[in-house]
Structure formats: structure tokens, C-alpha cells
């Protein structure tokens, strides 16, 4: 029955956090925990997860020709190499530090974008800058045990960069972290294969499907709505799971 629970859950959230191009395991991690996994196992899943969700829908998008790789690639790298670096620090950083700061910072992310002024004209997309904030949340989503895409998503909208367009980006930069940050939780917990199977297929589904809807059935302004009241239900999970 736990694994049925389990791939329900993970179907519903990977379809819903498809719709903003980013991956459900901000939400899945503390779920998982409740339901009795060790929290670094719940993020060592939720991070396998992120990357099959994600890759899913890469894949849609790059049949689909909308994927911009000249403006993802620079923050695909840098999160590649620095998520590992976050990964290995949560053996000795006090992770309830950094999430009331990803609290705080989501609260506000949403809080700017559903209700901040229209976007700027203003693209500073220069390949150093991308690096730079590609390594900053690399090891910030490592440390957590997310993708990043809640942390680049807000910035980069704020930024002034359309937001469908960024969701197709995230799609594909995620992976390159959350598989990296994955494989280094692996050699600190016990995985249960089984779980991660059932959760992994489950995120595939929800990742196809999120996509689908995102890209025939949303116009640009009802995926910014989405991003910014997903950002409000992490950020209150979040804080829920550290009172």
C-alpha cells in the first residue's frame, strides 16, 4: 500500500509542478518524511525524482524545437558541478538554517511575482551572470535536496525573462542537478529501489502530462499565477515542517 501511496502522490505533484517547469521534490521530500522515510532518503528520492520528471519533459520540448540551448547551457553546467558541492555540505551545515531562508525567500518570490509590476525589458543574460547565479543555487539546491528551479525560476522572472520561456529552461538545467546532488546522497544513505521505482515512474507520467497541459492549454500570464501560488504552498510546507 506505501508504494501505491507513494505513486499517487508523486503523479499528482509531478503534474502540478510540471505546469511551471520545475520539479515536485520541494513538496515530495517532507511528504515522504511524514510517511516514516529517513529525511535524507526522502531526498535522495525526491531529487531521482526531479530528474525523471524533468527529463520527460525535456525531452517533449526539445521535439517541440522551444528550448533555447544557448541560453540554458550556462546554467546547466554550473548547476552540474555545483549541486554535488551542496549535497556533500548537508553532512555538516544545520539544514534548518538555510530552509527559514528559502521560506523567506519564496514568500517573497511569490509575493513579487503574482503581485509586483509588469515585467522589465531588460534580459541581462550574459553567459558569466548565468554561471555565477547557476552556481549560487547549485549548491543552495544541493544543501536541500531540490532542483533549484524554485530558486532560479522567481529570479529569473524577476529578471524580466518570459516565463514560459523559463519553464522550458528549467525543464531541462534540473536534471544536471538533481542527478549529480543524487548521486552523492547515494553514497551517504540506503536507498529502497523499489520506492524509487515506483515514485520514478510515477514522475515520467506527471512529468508528460504537466508538460502537455503547460504548453497547449496555459497562456503565459495563468503560468506565472501558478509559479507564484506554487511558491506560497512550498514556502508554507516548508515552514509547517520546521515549527
Known amino acids: 500500500m506505501f508504494y501505491l501511496e507513494v ?3 508523486t503523479l499528482i ?17 517532507p511528504i515522504l518524511h511524514f510517511l516514516g522515510l529517513d529525511f535524507n532518503s526522502s531526498k535522495a528520492i525526491g531529487l531521482f525524482v ?40 548537508s553532512k555538516f551545515i544545520p539544514q534548518i538554517y ?16 503574482l503581485f509586483g509590476k509588469k515585467e522589465t525589458k531588460f534580459h541581462y543574460n550574459k553567459p558569466w551572470v548565468m554561471v555565477l547565479l547557476g552556481s549560487i543555487v547549485g549548491v543552495i539546491s544541493g544543501l536541500l535536496g531540490v532542483g ?8 529569473l522572472i524577476l529578471l524580466g525573462f518570459d516565463a514560459k520561456k523559463l519553464a522550458v529552461t528549467m525543464s531541462f538545467v534540473i536534471p544536471f542537478s538533481t542527478f549529480t546532488a543524487f548521486l552523492t546522497y547515494l553514497s551517504i544513505v540506503k536507498i529502497d529501489w523499489l520506492l524509487l521505482l515506483s515514485a520514478t515512474i510515477a514522475a515520467i507520467f506527471g512529468g508528460i502530462i504537466g508538460n502537455y ?30 515549527i
Open 213 to 242: 497541459i503547460m504548453h497547449f492549454h496555459l497562456n503565459q500570464k495563468q503560468i506565472k499565477k501558478i509559479i507564484g501560488i506554487i511558491l506560497y504552498i512550498i514556502a508554507i510546507r516548508m515552514a509547517w515542517s520546521l
Open 98 to 113: 538555510v530552509k527559514w531562508l528559502f521560506v523567506i525567500f519564496l514568500f517573497f518570490a511569490g509575493s513579487m511575482i
Open 13 to 29: 505533484l509531478s503534474t502540478v509542478f510540471a505546469l511551471g517547469g520545475v520539479g515536485s521534490a520541494v513538496a515530495l521530500i
Open 148 to 155: 533549484g528551479g524554485s530558486l532560479l525560476l522567481p529570479i
Open 7 to 9: 505513486f499517487i502522490i
Open 50 to 89: 526531479n530528474t525523471s520528471t524533468t527529463i520527460a519533459a525535456t525531452i517533449a520540448n526539445i521535439k517541440r524545437k522551444v528550448l533555447d540551448f544557448k541560453f540554458a547551457l550556462p546554467l546547466a553546467i554550473s548547476l552540474a558541478f555545483t549541486a554535488p558541492i551542496g549535497a556533500y555540505l
